[in-house]
């Protein structure tokens, strides 16, 4: 019914009518119309979460064999427990994957996704104020109104954000939930957050090997089942699956602040355009 509500609002102002007394609260709707809307791409990045994981339960199989292996089991006896692991991280890097594989299958997209639903965000936005604009003065030629809605909107989120450029950098998630909107506008070089999320999992796979290789260990020297290794390969796998869903240092999390923050932005400077206020905030 809310949506309902603010679409006859933006038919109003596509149509030329004034939406009444406030044409501030005509642009808020507007913006929390579009902004609505680009959350729907929460449901593929959680797609790309769940298929990268998937594919890498499929190498389990090889990964326990190499290590249960008569080489791998003499490697479990004799070598030091550092140099056991050092061995199970090549091999679960090379049958399961490296962080870069992360990184190049599911954050490199989802920073693209991201990118492309708040883009569309704001041309909604900025479409439904350049009707607006040229409805209320007939005969007269208005500037877009998208560069400046973009500048507004990306000096609000870094202020959102409590950030400046330099120290993005620094901070994984907030490199993630910044780096889509900041890139698309022109401000932060892609480059600067490729590395979001790539220590997460690079811990990850170090908690995966430090567990996995004792598990060997005991299961060789105690002559337990094969099949508690397999299992717990899986299980790793699957906890890691889950962080990057659920946990607030998780991908999925940080793409919906970033959505989040970019919605509250839009909404603010959609107001201020349309109240002439737009000139007193920049990039910080």
């Known amino acids: 019914m809310k949506y309902a509500v603010l679409t006859l609002t933006l038919f109003a102002v596509s149509c030329g009518r004034t939406p009444g007394a406030d044409p501030s609260a005509a642009a808020r709707a507007s913006a929390r119309l579009h902004a609505a809307k680009s959350f729907q791409v929460l449901e593929l990045v959680g797609t790309r979460i769940e298929e990268f994981f998937g594919r890498r339960q499929q190498g389990v199989e090889a990964f326990s064999e190499e290590l249960f292996s008569l080489r791998g089991k003499w490697r479990a006896l004799f070598w030091s427990r550092e140099d056991f692991e050092r061995h199970v991280r090549r091999r679960f890097e090379e049958h399961l994957f490296r962080a870069e594989d992360f990184e190049r299958e599911v954050l490199a997209p989802v ?56 120290s993005i950098a620094g901070s994984e998630v907030a490199a993630l939930a910044a780096s889509a909107i900041l890139t698309r506008a022109g401000i932060l070089g892609a480059s600067v957050a490729a590395g979001a ?61 970033a959505l989040e923050t970019h919605g509250r932005a839009l909404e603010r400077s959609a107001a201020r355009l349309v109240e002439g206020s737009g000139h007193d905030a920049h990039p910080a």
Do not use: C, Q, Y
């Open 111 to 166: 920073r693209a996704d991201l990118a492309f639903a708040i883009d569309a965000s704001e041309a909604g936005v900025a479409a439904d104020l350049n009707a607006w604009a040229r409805a209320s003065r007939p005969g007269v030629s208005e500037p877009d109104v998208r560069p400046a809605l973009s500048r507004l909107v990306t000096g609000l989120v870094l202020k959102d954000l409590g950030l400046n450029v330099a």
């Open 197 to 257: 999320g790539s220590s997460w999992m690079t811990l990850g796979i170090g908690l995966v090997v430090g567990t996995i290789a004792g598990i060997v260990i005991d299961s060789i020297v105690g002559e337990e089942l094969e099949e508690t290794a397999r299992d717990s390969v899986r299980f790793e796998l699957d906890a890691l699956r889950r962080k990057m869903l659920e946990s607030e240092d998780g991908i999925w999390r940080a793409s919906l602040r």
